[in-house]
């Protein structure tokens, strides 16, 4: 069936430093792939999106590209702030209704 | 806009009684999702709504789980006979047609 695997966290991290969140995806077809992020106390918010092999999607200095080669859509920022600190989760739709299949989610702890 | 929104926020029951949800979508959205999402966990799908018709539910909506979007607005969901493992985070989500899904903040059940 279709699932979304993440690496486990907590991940934490200094301020200014590199991020990386793996997402791999096991899907038939071609799947839209997402990250969604939620902050303490907010719901999920999307935080980008890829819909087609070697898209790349990017938002407030986030990125990820679907590589379908690999099945991944890892999760990147060059430089990550104590405002980034979150939950975030990497997800696929195979478009049957737009159903949302989740990864377990990655805490993000940054700290100054 | 105001979002989307869920009541109520939190609660709390005993095993055994009957508990109802209720989300109010964005406006003009016409599709409505519910996920249901547990400690260190990604949100698991459970249904969802075109307009008032539920188009699909998972296997993981037992026989004590019912959804309903009378009108094509809001909508509830009713667990009938509560049980310990039903205690979670309800999430409700809405989009325009397969556009990006936009999330409420939960409901968050405790069955004691």
């Known amino acids: 069936g279709n699932s979304v695997t993440q690496m486990e966290g907590p991940v934490t991290l200094s301020e200014e430093a590199f991020l990386t969140i793996n997402c791999t995806y096991t899907a038939t077809g071609y799947p839209s792939l997402f990250w969604y992020v939620q902050y303490p106390g907010e719901g999920l918010q999307l935080l980008l999106k890829a819909t087609k092999a070697d898209d790349k999607g990017s938002n407030k200095g986030f990125e990820a590209t679907y590589r379908k080669e690999t099945t991944s859509f890892h999760l990147e920022k060059g430089s990550v702030q104590v405002s980034d600190s979150a939950v975030y989760f990497c997800a696929l739709s195979r478009n049957q209704g737009g159903k949302l299949i989740f990864g377990q989610g990655t805490e993000l702890s940054v700290k100054p | 806009d105001t979002g989307v929104s869920q009541n109520p926020r939190h609660k709390i029951t005993k095993r055994g009684q009957n508990v109802t949800f209720r989300c109010d979508p964005i406006?003009?959205?016409?599709?409505l999702y519910w996920y249901r999402q547990t400690l260190g966990q990604g949100p698991e799908f459970l249904t969802y709504?075109?307009?008032?018709?539920?188009?699909?539910k998972s296997r993981l909506l037992s026989d004590r789980f019912s959804a309903e979007r009378p009108k094509g607005s809001f909508s509830t969901l009713e667990i009938q006979r509560t049980e310990q493992g039903d205690s979670a985070m309800y999430l409700c989500?809405?989009?325009?047609?397969?556009?990006?899904?936009?999330f409420g903040p939960g409901t968050r059940l405790t069955v004691t």
């Open positions: 989500a809405s989009s325009l047609e397969m556009d990006e899904q936009y």
């Open positions: 709504f075109q307009n008032e018709a539920q188009l699909e």
């Open positions: 406006s003009e959205h016409n599709r």
